[in-house]
């Protein structure tokens, strides 16, 4: 079935040559089950003048032949990005310098956040080390359906989930070290059906290492964003991190801080802030380094319960849910501050 669509396919040539699109490689990602036909029309010039005409031309030719054809055009020059991510418009990594400094907990409130905001948002765990977003989102022992196409993501509280946790056995995650991690990631990224999303969000091991270069090379990031508490040790850290993705070769915009912990308010002293990790450092190091700060998050029961109940808490309303709303707007308002439509910020 296959040949005979090639064989028809052959026959469309590129307007101003002898040489067919099949000839000239043009023709990619064929698949012919029964009647049904896609494949992928790709060229080499970015808007070629000629795309719309010849996909039309294709689909004509094999619909008379009894065929339901559907050719997706794609332009070479925008594949800075694996087909996956096509349409997904931005891609942004989270990161801490530490671990424990709530980085899952804060990709995952603002996942739900975004979503909250009416965005499309999928989440990347990438967090090798304690992969805790299934936890995080009442997935844990699931299996993603793997199909023909690729890995079906997880979807709960309308995010889409892939984490290195699903494949992994529970406490393995040690073995995930070196290139495994990095092709675990990629797999992830790659292979994961993401559909159309507005925000996929990559929740990075904490530090720097080989996943965080994986990830710049395999995908064009919009940017990062970097979470820590106002502790010194941490914000030491996270200015490595920050460093780390704005040094040359890598040149991955930071789009801000997400201080976390910022505060304790008791119940029954609902006025009270008691800063248990000191006062405003990563607002300090934000201005430092003339980034903005997205958020100051408080320390709250309610936030480690949600945590562990696979229910986010800014799902449930209050200042928590306030917060991360909050935060959700000032990273999509920088996102669309960036200039752009460029590598990194592809505006469709
Ligand atoms: P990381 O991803 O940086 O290792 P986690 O997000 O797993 O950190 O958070 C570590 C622990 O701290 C978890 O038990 C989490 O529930 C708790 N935690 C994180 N942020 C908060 C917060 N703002 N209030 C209360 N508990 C929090």
Known sequence: MQERVKELLARVVYPGTSKSLAALGMVQALRAEGREVSFRLVFTRSGDPFASSLKGKC????????????????????????????????VVAISSGKGGVGKSTVTSNLAVALVGEGFRVGIVDADIFGPSI?????????????????????????????????????????????PMASNALRQMIEEGRWGEL???????????????????QAVALSGAVVVSTPQRVALADAERGINMFESPGIDVPVLGIVENMSWFTPAELPDHRYYLFGREGASRL?????????????????????????????????????????ASRRLVSVLASLPGPGRRVRVK
């Open 59 to 90: 689909e004509a030719l094999l619909r008379e032949h009894g065929y339901a054809a559907r050719a997706e055009v794609v332009f070479a020059g925008d594949l800075e990005r694996p087909l996956s991510l096509e349409r997904v418009r931005h």
């Open 134 to 178: 299934p936890a995080m989102f009442g997935a844990e022992g699931v299996r993603p359906c793997v199909v023909e196409e690729g890995v079906e993501p997880v979807e709960r509280h309308g995010v889409k989930l892939l984490s290195i946790g699903f494949f992994a056995e529970p406490g393995a995650a040690t073995v995930w070290r070196g």
């Open 198 to 216: 507005d925000f996929l969000l990559v929740d990075l091991p904490p530090g720097t290492s080989d996943i965080h270069l994986t990830l710049v």
């Open 286 to 326: 934000a201005s430092s380094r003339g980034l903005p700060l997205l958020g100051q998050i408080p320390i709250v029961q309610g936030v480690m319960e949600g945590g562990e109940s696979g229910r986010p808490a800014a799902l449930d309303g209050g200042p928590v849910a306030g917060a991360f709303r909050e």
